[in-house]
């Protein structure tokens, strides 16, 4: 992830100092010796940037005791805000990818093509946590709208991308939410990639009342966490239909053990 910092000193201060050692005694060496400090600074920078975004993750995540979730209207009034540019177009995608998967902002940004099958409608999910890796299974129609996507997408790598080629930073998100919602007449403090989570979540819960499924798709690592945040969003009624469990269907597994011929009610001898 390349950081605002980093841009900085390649741009301004790097070229500086070059110029200035590259006519001295031993400049060619020393500036060997810089360009690896400055490569050497710049992965550290992005590291300690990457690792306070994903903290802010984290942060949005617990403060939220009864998290906040947009309507239709707010949806749409939002996805009409962005410019009709190439770059508006992928803030659109974003948006839409966040509702469709739940997705956390750093894992929306980190996201790569290898992780995306069209044929299978797989999307594989690797957080920057040491738990919370998922595969999600959309439907035709979304998969079909993220392949239109890749047909423009800008580079070979990241799914939502710079106009580079390069990869976005979460803090990007946060910052072109805050601008459609300001055009929109919202309030910028309340819309933030958590708010869409929350909206895919609460939608999710509502429609398979399944608390386990929801917590392997949002990828909580504690399913008090994800009783604790969604729970009152269901009726007395709806929360009697609630499970906590998932079927297992074993009947491919057969296939794997050998044929055993003894019929069913036939009892072993007995010793």
């Known amino acids: 992830m390349v950081t605002e910092i980093t841009w900085f000193i390649w741009y301004n201060i790097f070229p500086a100092f070059f110029r200035l050692s590259f006519g001295t005694p031993g400049g060619r060496d020393f500036s060997v010796s810089l360009i690896k400090g400055v490569i050497s600074?710049?992965?550290?920078?992005?590291?300690?940037?990457?690792?306070?975004?994903?903290?802010?993750?984290d942060i949005e995540e617990k403060v939220d005791d009864n998290?906040?979730?947009?309507?239709?209207?707010?949806?749409?009034?939002?996805?009409?805000?962005?410019?009709?540019?190439?770059?508006?177009?992928?803030?659109r995608e974003v948006m839409i990818f966040m509702l469709h998967t739940g997705c956390r902002v750093s894992e929306v940004v980190g996201l790569r093509w290898g992780q995306v099958d069209f044929e299978d409608r797989r999307i594989d999910i690797s957080p920057s946590k040491?738990?919370?890796?998922?595969?999600?299974?959309?439907?035709k129609e979304y998969a079909s709208r993220l392949k239109a996507w890749r047909d423009v997408a800008r580079g070979d790598k990241w799914v939502f991308s710079n106009a580079r080629g390069g990869d976005l930073?979460?803090?990007?998100?946060?910052?072109?939410?805050?601008?459609?919602?300001?055009?929109?007449?919202?309030?910028?403090?309340?819309?933030?990639?958590?708010?869409?989570?929350?909206?895919?979540?609460?939608?999710?819960?509502?429609?398979?009342?399944?608390?386990?499924?929801?917590q392997l798709v949002l990828g909580h690592k504690d399913?008090?966490?994800?009783a604790e945040f969604y729970l009152h969003v269901l009726s007395d009624e709806q929360r009697t239909r609630v499970?906590?469990?998932?079927?297992?269907?074993?009947?491919?597994?057969?296939?794997?053990?050998p044929n055993m011929t003894m019929s069913p009610g036939n009892n072993p001898p007995s010793d």
Do not use: C, M
């Not at 600074?41 to 993750?57: C, G, P, R, T």
């Not at 499970?243 to 296939?255: N, V």
């Open 41 to 57: 600074i710049s992965k550290k920078i992005d590291s300690v940037v990457s690792a306070l975004e994903n903290k802010v993750d």
């Open 169 to 214: 930073s979460a803090r990007y998100v946060r910052e072109f939410l805050d601008t459609y919602s300001l055009r929109a007449g919202l309030d910028d403090a309340r819309v933030n990639p958590h708010l869409f989570r929350h909206t895919f979540a609460e939608r999710f819960f509502l429609e398979t009342e399944n608390l386990q499924k929801l």
């Open 243 to 257: 499970t906590t469990t998932i079927d297992i269907d074993l009947a491919h597994f057969e296939k794997r053990l």
């Open 130 to 139: 040491f738990w919370g890796e998922r595969r999600l299974v959309v439907s």
């Open 223 to 226: 399913i008090k966490t994800t």
């Open 67 to 91: 998290p906040d979730t947009l309507t239709d209207d707010e949806i749409n009034l939002l996805l009409e805000q962005t410019p009709d540019s190439w770059s508006g177009r992928r803030d």
